[in-house]
């Protein structure tokens, strides 16, 4: 039925591995300003302040109950099993994605797992906590490492291979992203442009206004291996 899928996940696909979102309940923009935690001028402002953000986050991640989930898995199962393309554009930056096996995967917000060398744009994985000690090895005098993470006003990564696989897709599925964000809350406007059924997983029900041709309410750990199951075995997903 399909030959090429793009997925795009958002922090509601985390969310049951434990990791909070950003706009729910309790979400991570309750706890902080988006503007001193998340943009270039909060971490000129404040690197500290930023630092422990993601030292926090990072921390998280590493915890033992943290581990990839249903939804997760059956992302990664379908890029196995799935004869044909199958990418998942991620705007997390935790590494679950890839603990469940995922491989075609972009993140296009960055990765927690890695700093930035703010000279010479080369990232690192981390080996230790961000810090004034947590520098580069590429520049003389060596710089303090920033998190590799796409703040506010800065370009997404990978955009060119995304739009591309974007415009070339016969299926596109949403899950666990509240779609205000762009571009990514763009994406699906791209997907039916060029035709492709565009199918969204998300806890709340759709708003009036969804661009979305399909829409599944529920938890991603739960719909998301039926709809895999569906997809491999060539069934209609409505
Ligand atoms: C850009 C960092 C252009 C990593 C993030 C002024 C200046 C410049 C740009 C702008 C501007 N004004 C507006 C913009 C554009 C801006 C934007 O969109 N702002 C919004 C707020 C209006 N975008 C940008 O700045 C982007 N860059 O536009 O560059 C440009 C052009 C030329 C030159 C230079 C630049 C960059 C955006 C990236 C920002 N970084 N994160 C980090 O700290 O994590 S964004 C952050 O929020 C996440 O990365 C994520 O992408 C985003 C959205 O969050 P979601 O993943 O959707 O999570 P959320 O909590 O919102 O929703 C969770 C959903 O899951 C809910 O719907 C919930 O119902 C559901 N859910 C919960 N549990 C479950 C579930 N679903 C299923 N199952 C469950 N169990």
């Not at 930056?93 to 491989?103: P, T, W």
């Not at 763009?186 to 997907?191: I, M, S």
Request: charged letters at 20%.
């Amino acid at each position: 039925m399909y030959r090429r899928i793009v997925v795009l996940t958002g922090a509601g696909i985390s969310a049951e591995s434990g990791i909070q979102t950003f706009r729910d309940q309790d979400g991570l923009w309750e706890q902080h300003h988006i503007e001193d935690v998340a943009t270039p001028e909060g971490y000129e402002r404040n690197p500290e302040l930023v630092e422990t953000f993601y030292n926090d986050r990072r921390a998280q991640l590493a915890l033992d109950t943290v581990q990839p989930n249903a939804a997760h898995l059956a992302l990664a199962r379908l890029e196995r099993e799935f004869n044909g393309d199958c990418l998942v554009v991620t705007q997390n930056i935790d590494n679950l994605h890839e603990r469940a096996g995922s491989h075609q995967l972009i993140h296009m917000h960055g990765e927690l797992a890695k700093g930035r060398c703010p000279g010479s744009g080369q990232t690192f994985m981390l080996q230790a906590p961000f810090g004034p000690d947590n520098v580069c090895t590429c520049c003389l005098p060596a710089e303090r490492l920033r998190p590799h993470v796409v703040w506010f006003g800065e370009m997404p990564l990978e955009m060119e291979r995304i739009y591309d696989a974007l415009e070339r897709c016969d299926l596109f599925l949403a899950i666990g992203t509240s779609g205000t964000v762009y571009p990514a809350a763009g994406f699906v406007e791209v997907a039916n442009h060029y035709s492709a059924h565009s199918v969204e997983v998300n806890l709340a029900p759709a708003s009036g206004q969804s661009q979305f041709q399909y829409h599944m309410t529920g938890r991603a750990g739960e719909l998301l291996p039926k709809l895999v199951d569906n997809i491999l075995a060539g069934a209609p997903l409505w």
